[in-house]
């Protein structure tokens, strides 16, 4: 079965640095892109990033966009998420994703981890 | 690509069918005949979990009682009998370019 448990999450003052992990295990993590998404208090989803096979494409929503970096590590089977000048809302529950690519940029997630929260106070 | 769900909130009554829509800004009908429409539902305190894929594919262990249909901009989820475990928020999203982009989620609850 696919897992991807993520860690990392934690409260942290707005202008600060929080470096998310993802461990995948259950599949063969070098065949997948992989994308990280979040999801605010009580609000709906918002795709982040997304990072190809080979860790040498990515791609950013504009609101993360520079602020934001995505990696990955195939010997540790492991996805981060480097977050840097954090702001309030920035605070949401971070999640890992599987993402199955069709080619020409079409791409659909189709496993989750379980999430990890970030908190960004004022 | 903006994604527009209705309704934002669906009380329903277990055994009766229920339906969500979703609508997206741009089509996502390819070329090749597929559409890249995925719906996903969040159970309570859980996190997502894929239902349907390519429109109108459902995803290894879902249910027979969940269906996707639609073609281009128009999409709808179908429950035939609502089971009381498929309570949760649903959400389309589109797959066809990035950024991926969701619909703000139809709530469903039992009556």
């Known amino acids: 079965d696919v897992q991807l448990v993520e860690s990392g999450g934690d409260v942290i003052q707005s202008g600060g640095s929080l470096r998310l992990s993802c461990e995948a295990s259950?599949?063969?993590?070098?065949?997948?892109?992989m994308s990280w998404v979040r999801q605010a208090p009580g609000r709906g989803l918002e795709w982040l990033a997304n990072?190809?096979?080979?860790?040498?494409?990515?791609h950013y929503v504009d609101s993360v966009k520079g602020r934001f970096t995505i990696s990955r590590d195939h010997v540790k089977s492991s996805l981060y998420l480097q977050m840097n000048d954090l702001r309030p809302e920035d605070t949401a529950i971070y999640y890992c994703?599987?993402?199955?690519?069709?080619?020409?940029?079409?791409?659909?997630?189709?496993?989750w981890g379980q999430g990890t929260q970030v908190t960004v106070s004022a | 690509i903006v994604m527009t769900q209705s309704p934002l909130y669906l009380p329903v009554t277990p055994g009766e069918p229920a339906s969500i829509s979703c609508r997206s800004s741009q089509s996502l009908l390819q070329s090749n005949g597929y559409n890249y429409l995925a719906w996903y539902l969040q159970k309570p305190g859980q996190s997502p979990q894929l239902l349907i894929h390519l429109g109108s594919h459902r995803a290894s262990g879902v249910p027979v009682r969940f269906s996707g249909s639609g073609s281009g901009t128009d999409f709808t989820l179908k429950i035939t009998r609502v089971e009381p475990e498929d309570v949760g928020v649903y959400y389309c999203m589109q797959a066809l370019q990035t950024p991926l982009t969701f619909g703000g989620g139809t709530k469903v609850e039992i009556k």
């Open positions: 990072i190809r096979q080979g860790g040498d494409e990515q």
């Open positions: 994703t599987r993402t199955h690519n069709y080619g020409s940029g079409s791409q659909e997630i189709d496993s």
């Open positions: 259950g599949f063969t993590f070098g065949d997948y892109w």
